[in-house]
Every structure is written in C-alpha cells, then in structure tokens.
C-alpha cells in the first residue's frame, strides 16, 4: 500500500525465509528438543479466573457472575482471523465486531462490544488494569455510531495467554464503562519461544493478508522472575465488492500494524514482587472515499478530467505502560500501581484536491488528528479472614483510584481546510456560477478553530465483600464512589450469590447498579465534514457540547449514563459436559447518542444556523433510555473417539435491545424528535448486532494430526435505510435493509512434524456465504451490503507454519 514504509515484497520475502528457518529447525539437536520438553505449562490455569472477584484462586465455574475464558493461543492457532476483534467475534457470540467501509477513520479501527451494547459500555483491563480507549469517536457506519471504544488490535495476539470475559455489569467493581461487562487480556508469562508465519487470502484474490509472530519469554531470577516479549507485524490488502459500474472501492481498508508488548515479573523476595507491562503499536491505513464525478463543483478537471475517488489514509499510534509492585503486609495482600496510555490518529489524504484551488491545488494533505492519553493510579487491599462461628469466611478488599484523562485535536495544513474562492464552477443545467468549495476532498482537515486541549480527573473509592457463608454458597456485595471533576459524583452497588447445594450444580445472580461517564470524545470532539446522504455531499458541523451553535440551541450538558443490571442462571457439570445458562436484563438511562441533522432552512432554528455560517449540525446528547434482555448459553463436552479425542463446544447468545420510552430533546428543539433520533438511528441501535448469535466447535486430535470445525451462526438483522431518514422513531412499518439469518462454517487442518514445529492449513466462510443483497442506494456503505454479520468478503483460505520451544 501506497502509505507504508515496509513494502509487501519485502513482507513475501520475510515469510519464505520465515518458512525456511521454520522448516530448518526440524534439523536440531534432540538434546534441545528434550531440553524443551521439561518446561511444563500447568494447564488448569485456563480455569482460573482474575476478573469478577477480588480473591485469588477462584474458578470460572463457581463465580456468582458469568465469566467465558478464551485461550487465545489455542484458538488464534485453529484460526484464519489474525486480529483479536475478528477472532473473538467468531468465538464468542456476546462479543461482536465489525469492520466498517466507507466510513472515514471507522474504517481503521474496529468497534467492538458485548449484549449488543455500545462500544463504550464495556471496559477492558490488560492484567486487570484499566486500559485506554481509541482517540477516534465514530461518526460515521452502521456500528457505534456517536461511541468511543477501546482498539483491541493494537494488542498482538502472540502476546496473549487468554481473554477473560465477565458477562454482567461491574461498574461497582471496575467503575465507568463495565456497564455490558469487562474484557480482561491476560498476557503470556511463559518460557520459551513461539513463532508463526501465516498468509491467505479471499477467493475474490484480493484482501492478501500475511502476518509474522515471535514471543519469547526467559528467567530472571530463580524465584519466578520472568521477562516476556512479543512483536507481530501484519499487512492486509483491500478488498472490492463494489456494484458493477461503482467507481470507488467497496470493503475492507489496506493496513499495514506493527505492534510490540512486553510482559514481566521480578520477585524481591517471599512477599513483595515488582510487575510491568506495556506495548508499542503503529498502524497505516488507507481507505477510498466516495467517488467524484468529472462534471461536480468538487473535482478540478484540469487534474481529474475522468472524475476520481480521494484516498483517506490514517496513521494510528498507541503507547501503554503499567509498572506496579505486590506486596503483603500484616496478611493484607497490597497491589500499588500506575498505569499510562494513549492513542493517537493522524489523517493524510492523498488522490484528491481543495477544488477553491483549482488546477494549482496540490493532491495530498496533511488532514491533521487527535490524541486520547489516560493515566490510572491504584492501591488495592485483600484479606481473607476466616475462623468465625457463623460463616466459613469473608474476604475483604478495598482501594482507591486516581484517574487523569486528556483529550486533543490537532489541527491540518491549511490547504486542507480552507476555503481560496480562486475557482469557479459552472453549472451545466442552469448556467449558475458559484465558487468552488474547499478543503482536501474526502476528508476536510481540522481547522485551528477546532484545536482543543482538554482534560478531566477523576477519584475513586471502593469495598468488596465476598461472604463465604457456608461450604455450598457465597454471597458478595461491592459498592463504588466517584467523583469526576466535570459532572460531579456517582455512587454504584452490586450484590450477587452462588450456590451449589445441588451436587455438581451452582445456582447464580446478580443485581447491580453502574454508570458511564461521557467520554471527553463525546464532550469536544468538532468538525466541519463533508457527509454523504444517499450518495449527495453535504457539509455538516460536529458541534462540541459546550459549543457556541449548543449554547445557543440550549443542548444541555453531557451527564453520566446510569444503569440498573439483573442476572440469575447456573453452571453444571454433568459428567463429561459443563453446561452454564443465565437470563440477564440491563436497563440504561440517559443514553449519549449522536443526533440527527439540523438544517439550516428549518423554519424555527435555521437562522441560528445561518447566523454561525452552519448548514447542518449534530450533536452528542443524552436522549433515550434502553431496555437489554437476554439469555447466554455455554456447553462443553469431552470423549475418546477411536484412537484420538473430540473437544466440542456450544455457546449461544440471544439478545435484543429496545428504547424504552420518549426520545428526551431540549432546549429549542424541544418537539424536533424527528431530527434528534429518527426510525433510521433507532434501527442501528437496536439492530447492529444480531439478536440471535451461537458457534458450534469441534476439535479433534489423533497423534500428530488434529482438526478443527466450527460453524458460526449469524441470527437477521434489520438496518435503516435513507429513505428511513426523517420518519418518526416510534413509527411502524417503516422501510429497512433486511438480512436474513446465515451460516459462516471455517475448517483447519493441522499437524506437527516434531515437537517444535506444526503446520496448519485452512479456510473461513468455506461456503462463500454473503450477507443478503441491498439497494446501494440505501445502504451507510454506498455497496450493495452494510458491515453486518459475518462480513462481505466471502471465503478465505490461509497457510501457517507455527514454531514452538
């Protein structure tokens, strides 16, 4: 791709070599195949979970909240998907992740959330600790439109030993965002190597993806010690899916990451160890805008006789490092620590002009970005006391929490916003001349008006009980306070139980109350942009909430989303086979969302608008109240068959969000419902993840050989349309793009020639399954799908050689 310093050539060399090394290895001594042998991994740690409890040791299947644990190494390996987001989005029917096409920066960075929730309702924590969400706010897509997310593909998956999921609210426990759950990424603590080399690509023959892994980790001390590092680095070629005729492209981005993590401990002495962590990530993405025709005040014909599409390129860059120590004291475990990261993303758009320019208009700018950085300051205690009367035991946990975040947005070149009124453009109907627009088209860089440096603190406090009441059941409580210095203070609790008086079953629930603070994103991000509605250009202001044009409509400040979470269901294990079930409801107020348009010719409001030179408007507001029921359900079974043994694994989720009441307006627009939700929002709200959702997997193992099938189930989803744009959100019978339920079925191969070295072959979507054709005229995309379900790309096959000592 044309905006990456390490060309794909040189990748396809460094993958032969990568093979060839691999393949050499075969050739070592035994010695030092036997050498590897002795280090033993202990397997059960894939049962213990950290997220949820405060106490150490305790398993997945005896936590009075749902917890899935993925082990990342052992399905990344079965697997045609390289990026965290895609291979969750297959493993976990909770979790769900979409790429999006033509949507600007959305296109680089991939929301992903659980219970069809937002992206910015679900916190995640590396090692337990917080960490930092994206700089970029989605404006545009099917998916998260209005939210923030955290970018789990700055993450290497080589870097991972597994990804703990607690299915519930824990805002109570974790604080803002763990209102969907939390998505804890253990990092790898292991000694040794492991190394990969994988390629594929689609069946179209575009969409080439080749990824090299390492991660090696060695001792420090005798004690424990270790030091643990992996680098990735993957590149991802576009794809096309375009109608026929269509001048753009139409499908994923061209990426080039690089992402490097290190993980270690060094113990001091029996009680106290030191701990640190942290990761580099730079990523350079290119994606097409929408076309300009050659007869259009936007494209200089002098340059652009035949028309032409601009290129959105991005260059993301994220940083993060924890250290901390772990101590005790009197009995009292102490963890102290400080954690630090941030995200930038620049845009660089190339392949386009500032039409006000005319034919001396350069064809590339520097669009400008923005910045989110985050640092994260904790001491926790625990203690567990026992020897009481009444109760076997209490475990006690408590700790405080310090909080800065900022927020920037830089500024582009000039030519990239503004506006020289050196050219002309002629209409060839009417004969009316008028000057061309400016700014770099595709995207208009931000101005200095936009510049911004903002930033907020927070402190926090909390308690965590877990009663151990009797041998059969555990009660636990939390209760959480917070202050933030820009909205004020909020307090949440959380009580739960677990009981496994019925042999081998454990009864469980939840009831719980959380919040989500507004992101700095949501408060301050502002732009000028040109928008596409049903393929017309029409330049809209992003306004920030405590802006000029938000004043003057009387749009009210950003307050916290609140939420009130219910759960009860059980895990068994009978026999061979674990089985958990749980039913769960989650109730938000004051949800932030993204409004409609605002023109400038409304008849109440449009002289504001033309006051401030504005032609179209949204804004960020609390405006509705959701309603989330649902039931998740796992089962796992495990037996001998023939001379070699079957794993098989179902997990289903249903889920359907719905608003629950009025859509809330303020101020001036009080009574323009229409304008703030419409049936068009409301449909990607409650419709962009589906309701129904299960994988079914078998693994299979005979020797040497193994194989692995699983079947991904993707349930209907409804979208809205453009002509769903205006009508009223309670309105029925109202037009959408209907997808109809699909099956998206993948099968590897795999088999290891030693000890140290495996190969693996396989394919996605073996079935070439696409979602259901739409009109492009309908669609966010402009193509003849929306990014829902399983994608558009059809099936992929791959190739990978995998070293391990």
Same mark, same amino acid.
């Given at each position: 791709?044309?905006?990456?310093?390490?060309?794909?050539?040189?990748i396809?060399?460094?993958?032969?070599?990568?093979?060839?090394?691999?393949?050499?290895?075969?050739?070592?001594?035994?010695? $030092?195949?036997?050498?590897?042998?002795?280090?033993?991994?202990?397997?059960?740690?894939?049962?213990?979970?950290?997220?949820?409890?405060?106490r150490?040791?305790?398993?997945?299947?005896?936590?009075?909240?749902?917890?899935d644990?993925?082990?990342?190494?052992?399905?990344?390996?079965?697997?045609?998907?390289?990026?965290?987001?895609?291979?969750?989005?297959?493993?976990?029917?909770s979790?769900?992740?979409?790429?999006?096409?033509?949507?600007? =920066?959305?296109?680089?960075?991939?929301?992903?959330?659980?219970?069809?929730?937002?992206?910015?309702?679900?916190?995640?924590?590396?090692?337990?600790?917080?960490?930092?969400?994206?700089?970029?706010?989605?404006?545009?897509?099917?998916?998260?439109?209005?939210?923030?997310?955290?970018d789990?593909?700055?993450?290497?998956?080589?870097?991972?030993?597994?990804?703990?999921?607690?299915?519930?609210?824990? &805002?109570a426990?974790?604080?803002?965002?763990?209102?969907?759950?939390?998505?804890?990424?253990?990092?790898?603590?292991?000694?040794?190597?492991?190394?990969?080399?994988?390629?594929?690509?689609?069946t179209?023959?575009?969409?080439?993806?080749?990824?090299?892994?390492?991660?090696?980790?060695?001792?420090?001390?005798?004690?424990?010690?270790?030091?643990?590092v992996?680098?990735?680095?993957?590149?991802?070629?576009?794809?096309?899916?375009?109608?026929?005729?269509?001048?753009?492209?139409?499908?994923?981005?061209?990426?080039?990451?690089?992402?490097?993590?290190f993980?270690?401990?060094?113990?001091?002495?029996?009680?106290?160890?030191?701990?640190?962590?942290?990761?580099?990530?730079?990523?350079?993405? %290119?994606?097409?805008?929408?076309?300009?025709?050659?007869?259009?005040?936007?494209?200089?014909?002098?340059?652009?006789?035949?028309?032409?599409?601009?290129?959105?390129?991005?260059?993301?860059?994220?940083?993060s490092?924890?250290?901390?120590?772990?101590?005790?004291?009197?009995?009292? &475990?102490?963890?102290?620590?400080? #954690?630090?990261?941030?995200?930038?993303?620049?845009?660089?758009?190339?392949?386009?002009?500032?039409?006000?320019?005319?034919?001396?208009?350069?064809?590339?700018?520097?669009?400008?970005?923005?910045?989110?950085?985050?640092? #994260?300051?904790?001491?926790?205690?625990?203690?567990?006391?026992?020897?009481? *009367?009444?109760?076997?035991?209490?475990?006690?946990?408590?700790g405080?929490?310090?909080?800065k975040?900022?927020?920037?947005?830089?500024?582009g070149?000039?030519?990239?916003?503004?506006?020289? !009124?050196?050219?002309?453009?002629?209409?060839?109907?009417?004969?009316?001349?008028?000057?061309?627009?400016?700014?770099? $088209?595709?995207?208009?860089?931000?101005?200095?008006?936009n510049?911004?440096?903002?930033?907020?603190?927070?402190?926090?406090?909390?308690?965590?009980?877990?009663?151990? %009441?009797?041998?059969?059941?555990?009660?636990?409580?939390?209760?959480? =306070?917070?202050?933030?210095?820009?909205? =004020?203070?909020?307090?949440?609790?959380?009580?739960?139980?677990?009981?496994?008086?019925?042999?081998?079953?454990?009864?469980?629930?939840?009831?719980? #109350?959380?919040?989500?603070?507004?992101?700095?994103?949501?408060?301050?991000?502002?732009?000028?942009?040109?928008?596409?509605?049903?393929?017309?250009?029409? *330049?809209?202001?992003?306004?920030?909430?405590?802006?000029?044009?938000?004043?003057?409509?009387?749009?009210?400040?950003?307050?916290?989303?609140?939420?009130?979470?219910?759960?009860?269901?059980?895990?068994?294990?009978?026999?061979?086979?674990?089985?958990?079930?749980?039913?769960?409801?989650?109730?938000?107020?004051?949800?932030?969302?993204?409004?409609?348009?605002?023109?400038?010719?409304?008849?109440?409001?449009g002289?504001?608008?033309?006051?401030?030179?504005?032609?179209? &408007? !949204?804004?960020?507001?609390?405006?509705?109240? @959701?309603?989330?029921?649902?039931?998740?359900?796992?089962?796992?079974?495990?037996?001998?068959?023939?001379?070699?043994?079957?794993?098989?694994?179902l997990?289903?989720?249903?889920?359907?969000?719905?608003?629950?009441? $009025?859509?809330?307006?303020?101020?001036?627009?009080?009574?323009?419902?229409?304008?703030?939700f419409?049936?068009?929002?409301?449909?990607?709200?409650?419709?962009?993840?589906?309701?129904?959702?299960?994988?079914?997997?078998?693994?299979?193992?005979?020797?040497?050989?193994?194989?692995?099938?699983?079947?991904?189930?993707?349930?209907?989803?409804?979208?809205? @349309?453009?002509?769903?744009?205006?009508?009223?959100?309670?309105?029925?019978?109202?037009?959408?793009?209907?997808?109809?339920?699909?099956?998206? @079925?993948?099968?590897?191969?795999?088999?290891?020639?030693?000890?140290?070295?495996?190969?693996?072959v =396989?394919?996605?979507?073996?079935?070439?399954?696409?979602?259901?054709?739409?009109?492009? *005229?309908?669609?966010e995309?402009?193509?003849?799908?929306?990014?829902?379900?399983?994608?558009?790309?059809?099936?992929?096959?791959?190739?990978?050689?995998?070293?391990?000592?």
């Amino acid at each position: 791709m044309t905006t990456s310093s390490f060309p794909l050539s040189k990748i396809n060399k460094l993958i032969q070599l990568g093979l060839f090394a691999m393949t050499g290895t075969c050739l070592l001594p035994a010695a $030092q195949a036997a050498e590897a042998d002795t280090q033993v991994v202990d397997q059960k740690i894939e049962s213990i979970s950290v997220i949820g409890t405060r106490r150490a040791s305790r398993v997945d299947t005896d936590t009075p909240v749902p917890v899935d644990i993925v082990p990342m190494d052992q399905i990344a390996a079965k697997s045609g998907q390289l990026d965290i987001g895609q291979l969750l989005n297959f493993a976990a029917p909770s979790f769900n992740s979409n790429r999006q096409a033509g949507s600007d =920066g959305s296109d680089h960075i991939d929301a992903a959330s659980l219970r069809g929730l937002g992206p910015d309702q679900v916190l995640v924590l590396i090692n337990g600790k917080r960490r930092h969400t994206s700089s970029l706010i989605n404006v545009f897509g099917s998916r998260a439109r209005g939210n923030v997310g955290t970018d789990l593909n700055t993450i290497p998956v080589v870097a991972i030993k597994r990804i703990e999921i607690l299915r519930d609210g824990a &805002a109570a426990q974790y604080g803002s965002d763990a209102i969907a759950g939390v998505i804890n990424i253990v990092l790898k603590d292991k000694i040794g190597l492991d190394a990969s080399v994988t390629t594929g690509q689609y069946t179209q023959g575009d969409g080439q993806s080749n990824q090299i892994a390492l991660n090696y980790g060695f001792e420090l001390n005798s004690d424990g010690g270790f030091f643990n590092v992996s680098g990735e680095y993957t590149t991802r070629d576009k794809t096309d899916r375009a109608p026929e005729g269509e001048h753009r492209v139409i499908g994923d981005s061209d990426v080039d990451n690089a992402s490097l993590m290190f993980n270690a401990e060094l113990p001091v002495d029996d009680k106290t160890t030191l701990y640190a962590f942290g990761g580099l990530n730079d990523r350079q993405g %290119l994606a097409g805008a929408w076309y300009r025709a050659p007869i259009d005040e936007r494209t200089v014909p002098e340059i652009y006789p035949n028309g032409f599409v601009p290129d959105i390129g991005t260059s993301i860059d994220d940083k993060s490092l924890a250290v901390g120590v772990r101590s005790e004291l009197n009995d009292w &475990a102490i963890d102290f620590s400080n #954690t630090y990261g941030s995200n930038k993303m620049k845009y660089f758009i190339s392949n386009t002009a500032n039409a006000s320019l005319g034919a001396s208009s350069p064809t590339s700018f520097d669009a400008g970005g923005f910045q989110f950085s985050q640092n #994260t300051t904790n001491i926790d205690f625990s203690r567990y006391f026992d020897g009481f *009367d009444a109760i076997e035991g209490v475990n006690v946990a408590s700790g405080l929490e310090y909080r800065k975040e900022s927020y920037q947005i830089f500024a582009g070149e000039e030519g990239s916003w503004k506006n020289y !009124q050196m050219a002309e453009f002629t209409d060839p109907d009417t004969g009316e001349v008028s000057k061309r627009p400016g700014g770099a $088209q595709g995207f208009p860089g931000f101005q200095p008006s936009n510049e911004l440096d903002r930033s907020r603190s927070n402190i926090s406090a909390y308690v965590d009980l877990e009663f151990q %009441l009797t041998a059969d059941t555990l009660v636990t409580s939390a209760i959480r =306070g917070e202050h933030y210095s820009d909205f =004020g203070s909020t307090v949440n609790g959380k009580l739960s139980f677990a009981n496994s008086s019925l042999e081998d079953i454990v009864l469980r629930g939840s009831a719980s #109350t959380g919040f989500r603070a507004p992101s700095l994103q949501q408060r301050y991000y502002n732009q000028v942009i040109t928008d596409f509605v049903a393929g017309q250009p029409v *330049d809209t202001v992003y306004e920030s909430n405590d802006g000029k044009l938000a004043k003057a409509l009387g749009i009210p400040s950003l307050k916290e989303e609140e939420s009130v979470n219910l759960s009860l269901g059980m895990t068994a294990r009978l026999g061979d086979v674990t089985l958990s079930v749980d039913a769960y409801q989650i109730s938000i107020k004051d949800r932030v969302v993204l409004t409609g348009k605002f023109y400038s010719d409304d008849e109440d409001i449009g002289h504001i608008l033309q006051d401030l030179n504005v032609g179209a &408007a !949204q804004f960020f507001t609390n405006a509705i109240d @959701t309603k989330t029921r649902g039931v998740d359900l796992t089962l796992s079974h495990e037996m001998d068959l023939g001379e070699g043994s079957l794993k098989s694994f179902l997990s289903a989720n249903y889920n359907k969000t719905e608003i629950d009441g $009025q859509i809330k307006t303020a101020g001036l627009l009080q009574g323009k419902e229409v304008n703030y939700f419409d049936a068009r929002e409301r449909s990607f709200l409650e419709g962009g993840a589906p309701d129904t959702k299960f994988a079914l997997s078998f693994d299979y193992e005979l020797g040497d050989f193994s194989t692995s099938l699983r079947t991904t189930y993707f349930g209907d989803v409804s979208m809205g @349309t453009w002509s769903a744009e205006g009508t009223p959100f309670d309105a029925t019978d109202v037009p959408t793009q209907s997808y109809g339920a699909k099956f998206s @079925t993948d099968l590897s191969f795999s088999y290891r020639l030693n000890d140290n070295l495996s190969f693996t072959v =396989g394919g996605s979507n073996l079935f070439d399954v696409y979602p259901d054709k739409q009109d492009p *005229d309908e669609t966010e995309t402009g193509g003849l799908y929306e990014s829902v379900q399983m994608g558009f790309n059809g099936a992929y096959y791959y190739a990978r050689a995998s070293l391990s000592f």
